[in-house]
């Protein structure tokens, strides 16, 4: 049933469930959440729940008719959604513009039209100039979902227009229960990826994917060896963000958990160090970073542990995601006692 995959945003559903039970439902809401919560996944069921043609109740859909189905596969001719495009880094003035034409044109399947801006974090002053008019006077029977991590990226027109709805990351109840929907059922498996994904479903299935660890392993050994190769390293973690597909989010997600375990690698490797107890590494692992940490000494692992975190920042940023890469990369493969 529809809703079913939607977890750990009840007050969102039951206020929209409110709203549209008393004829009320908005023509332009702001999602607000960390990424990977659930609200592109929460846009979509609720895009789905306004244009089913047979709904079971208020703000349910049937899934089974053919406006259902045409949501569920993207294809629904009265809803759209508008991504900033691979390799850029705002929302192209021209991309608005058609989105906002699109906007403007009557229904042809349903009732309504229902516009999602995916990447609200992205406007630039541009395309956030165009969409403005759209956003004023939305035209009849259309709706505007903006999806955005945080109210201090937008604009204030942008903002003051649109009634925010807030997605903050799930409880571990909800993350398992995420888990247990996409088919993890080991229950150690299940606990450890709870931990894991810190309340983002998105970051914990990433993290259940064979690739992931294959890609985490190869970086740790390739940057704990006394002479990386830079550019097989960079090669194959700008694959493997870029194997996340053009969602731009999902892309930034991958290069921000490469970047948290390899914090994670370095701090075991300060705690070899100083002789202090590390946890979850296997026998070849030890002796790695062990051997990593003496050859580096602690100030270079702290300092590695500074520029880790100030690129894990760069991600939310929108910094491009290659060059980020790159100045991690960098930072491991200088050689050893050199000035920065
Ligand atoms: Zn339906």
């Known amino acids: 049933m529809s809703w079913n995959r939607v977890r750990g945003h009840d007050a969102a559903l039951s206020t929209f469930r409110t709203t549209i039970t008393r004829g009320r439902l908005g023509q332009a809401y702001l999602f607000i959440g960390p990424d990977g919560t659930g609200k592109r996944l929460f846009a979509r069921e609720l895009a789905k729940a306004v244009l089913c043609e047979h709904p079971p109740g208020p703000l349910d859909a049937c899934d089974h008719c053919p406006a259902c189905a045409q949501v569920e596969a993207g294809t629904h001719p009265d809803v759209f959604a508008l991504r900033t495009p691979e390799g850029k880094h705002e929302l192209p003035v021209d991309e608005m513009r058609a989105f906002c034409t699109q906007m403007s044109l009557k229904a042809t399947r349903g009732h309504r039209k229902i516009g999602i801006v995916e990447d609200a974090d992205d406007f630039n002053a541009e395309s956030a100039n165009s969409f403005l008019k759209t956003l004023e006077e939305p035209p009849p029977g259309s709706m505007l979902i903006l999806l955005a991590t945080s109210t201090d990226r937008q604009l204030p027109t942008i903002l003051s227009r649109c009634q925010v709805v807030r997605f903050s990351p799930l409880g571990p109840a909800d ?17 450890r990826l709870v931990r894991l994904g810190a309340g983002s479903p998105a970051a914990a299935l990433t993290l259940n994917d064979d690739s992931f660890w294959r890609v985490r392993q190869y970086l740790i050994e390739g940057l704990t060896t006394p002479r990386p190769n830079f550019s097989a390293l960079a090669e194959t973690w700008q694959r493997f963000y870029e194997e996340a597909g053009k969602e ?39 002796a790695r970073l062990r051997d990593f940490a003496a050859r580096l000494g602690t100030e270079r692992l702290l300092e590695l542990v500074d520029a880790c975190v100030e690129a ?13 890469v ?15």
């Open 312 to 324: 894990d920042s760069n991600v939310e940023r929108r910094v491009q995601l290659i060059l980020i």
């Open 175 to 191: 993350l398992r229960a995420v888990l247990v929907d996409n088919g993890v059922e080991e229950p150690s498996q299940l606990d």
């Open 326 to 340: 790159e100045s991690v990369l960098e930072q491991f493969t200088r050689p050893t006692g050199a000035a920065q």
């Open 248 to 286: 731009t989010s999902a892309q930034r997600l991958r290069v921000s958990l490469v970047i948290r375990f390899l914090i994670d690698a370095v701090q075991q490797a300060l705690r070899l160090s100083v002789g202090a107890a590390t946890s979850g590494l296997d026998g070849a692992e030890d």
